[in-house]
């Protein structure tokens, strides 16, 4: 008996993509929907929220940890 087939939506494109090793960027649909995403990451349009985030406004110094 065939193991079932499970897809996912491509999180860039929304293209369906077979989960498994013919879908070397599984999630993504390609390289191309992989590294847009990594994009938004880097370019911080996407992040995970925290209520404990460090910014450069907070009373913070190196200096203070040892």
Known sequence: MDP????V???TCGKAVVWGE???YRPFC???CQL???GEWA??????PSKG???DLD???EEEIH
């Open 4 to 7: 079932e087939i499970t897809k």
């Open 22 to 24: 013919q879908s070397p």
């Open 30 to 32: 390609c390289k191309r």
């Open 36 to 38: 847009i995403d990594l």
């Open 53 to 55: 985030d460090i910014n």
């Open 59 to 61: 009373d913070w110094s």
């Open 9 to 11: 939506n491509c999180p």
């Open 43 to 48: 370019d911080e349009e996407k992040r995970i």
